[in-house]
């Protein structure tokens, strides 16, 4: 049996990247991590960061030094979220927001990674994650 346990993000700052993300997604940064490598836990898969010498950062949307991933996040209210990860050190790149407030928002986080804020239409939150909405 296959189980994905980890989704690993190379960076020069494991410590720094993690507590970005650590305060954007309101998990705390697992106890043990270090200056090689550092997590954060959601369920059984493991967001981690992983210290590379001579990192190089993506150039999004530049073909030369691709992105590689992207993380999205589904998001109640972009407007507050927006705020939120643009003061923690994110730069917004693109808005794919429609005119009735339902679509994306592509950022960086402080050392290029891409990743996304997300609201979608009929989405509905559980304690067990989102539930979407049935297509026709």
């Known amino acids: 049996m296959l189980r994905l346990t980890d989704f690993i993000i190379d960076c020069p700052d494991t410590m720094k990247l993690a507590a970005f993300y650590s305060e954007v997604t309101g998990r705390p940064v697992k106890e043990g991590s270090s200056e090689d490598w550092a997590g954060i836990q959601f369920g059984e898969i493991e967001l981690a960061f992983i210290r590379v010498d001579d990192y190089r950062a993506p150039q999004w949307p530049d073909s030369e030094h691709p992105k590689q991933f992207h993380l999205d ?10 705020r939120r990860v ?3 050190g994110a730069t917004l790149r693109q808005d794919f927001i429609g005119p009735n407030g339902y679509g994306w928002q592509v950022y960086t986080d402080p050392i290029g990674h891409p990743f996304c804020l997300c609201r979608n239409k009929g989405v509905i939150w559980t304690d067990q994650g989102p539930i979407w909405p049935k297509r026709d």
């Open 86 to 88: 643009l003061d923690l």
């Open 73 to 82: 996040f589904e998001v109640d209210e972009i407007e507050s979220e927006q």
